[in-house]
């Protein structure tokens, strides 16, 4: 599983052939389908895994003695740096997958969503717990779901923009924005 993760995002999912896969990983083939139907399990398995990982790192912010404002600020900023200059391994598995896969993998775009509705809600969180201390201030009335849907939107589309222009450009605009939105 971890060598296709570190696999995929530099060639992109479907450029990795099984056969490369198994034979990085020593695996035999009938070894393979043991555990998974298809290729496309296997991806909808590596995407799970991703953000099984990621929902780590996020309980590892939240259980962080800061404000809320905090959160937010350590969560994106943590995105900023792991999106600039180039994408390696597991750091853009979502950026890359979401446009690789979404058409072509119902399976697939199905665990894309889960993961990203799990995230949206994580930031939504946060965003009305820093109201509620006063250290995240409110925009144009909208909800904290509709703010973590917007910021997380931008973010994947910045992300994606980076990657398209090789540039961290649209990077530090997303970031220069939601600094400002958090009042920093």
């Known amino acids: 599983m971890l060598l296709a993760t570190n ?7 479907t450029a990795v052939g099984l056969k490369q896969i198994l034979d990085t990983a020593g695996v035999p083939k009938g070894s393979f389908y043991h555990y998974f ?3 496309e399990a296997f991806g909808e398995a590596i995407i ?15 259980a962080q003695d800061v404000s809320a404002q905090q ?8 995105w900023y740096d792991t999106q600039q200059n180039g994408c390696d391994h597991e750091k853009c598995l979502v950026v890359k997958l979401s446009a690789e896969v979404a058409d072509m993998s119902e399976t697939m775009r199905k665990a894309l969503d889960t993961g990203y509705q799990q995230t949206t809600m994580w930031l939504a ?14 925009h144009d009335n909208i909800s904290a779901e509709s703010m973590a849907k917007r910021w997380y939107f931008a ?20 970031w220069q924005m939601t600094t400002t939105q958090l009042g920093r």
């Open 37 to 39: 139907a298809s290729k």
């Open 125 to 138: 969180k946060q965003i009305k717990a820093g109201w509620l201390d006063e250290s995240v201030p409110r």
């Open 7 to 13: 696999s995929s995002p530099k060639k992109g999912f």
């Open 71 to 78: 959160k937010l600020y350590d969560y994106f900023q943590n």
């Open 155 to 174: 973010w994947l589309g910045a992300s994606l923009i980076a990657k398209i222009s090789q540039t961290n450009t649209p990077l530090a605009e997303i």
């Open 48 to 62: 799970n895994h991703y953000f099984s990982l990621y929902k780590t790192r996020l309980d590892v912010i939240d």
